[in-house]
């Protein structure tokens, strides 16, 4: 069984196509730390709205469970969900535990597989006004017990975090430029 979920989540980890990264701030055996971060050409309030009211409209369907981003929400309150419903189907992806609007949403819970593996972690989205625009920041720690070699996961998973950034940031370029 644990090999099955170590193959399972690397094929979800491995979907992702390469994007430009900041780098793993750190790994592990049992736990890692990831950080990403872009630069957008919107005010952080804007920024911040489109994560939370726009999730489905940037986050890329194939790191959804059921394939549908648009079944995607966030509840910008303390307890609130990071929620993907889709009929009798419902995962509760992480909690938020933290809000402070327009600078700082941190969530509790593992993404993914890493959920399944029984790992937890901590997730933030900040945002900071720089040159015009914003600098959004994805921060990514999670780690606890596991058999196998998290270390082995590190790479693909900043990939990913990159992806999902990634995501918001080119939503966020576009509504700049009056796309949307």
Known sequence: MRGLVLRAA??????APPVAKAGIVDQ???GFTVENSQWVPTDPATSWKALVDDVGKWW???HTWWGDASKLSISQK???CFCEIDGARQAWHMTVVFVDPGKTMRMSGGLGPLQGMGLGG????RFAEEKGGTR???WYRAGGYTPDDLG???PVIDQVQGLQLGG?????RKQGAGQL
């Open 168 to 172: 918001l940031a080119d939503y966020l």
């Open 136 to 138: 959004i920041t994805l």
């Open 28 to 30: 592990a055996a049992n």
């Open 152 to 154: 082995k996961f590190v």
């Open 78 to 80: 303390a307890g609130g």
């Open 122 to 125: 901590a997730l933030e989205w």
């Open 10 to 15: 690397l094929v979800f980890f491995a979907v």
């Open 60 to 62: 890329p369907a194939d």
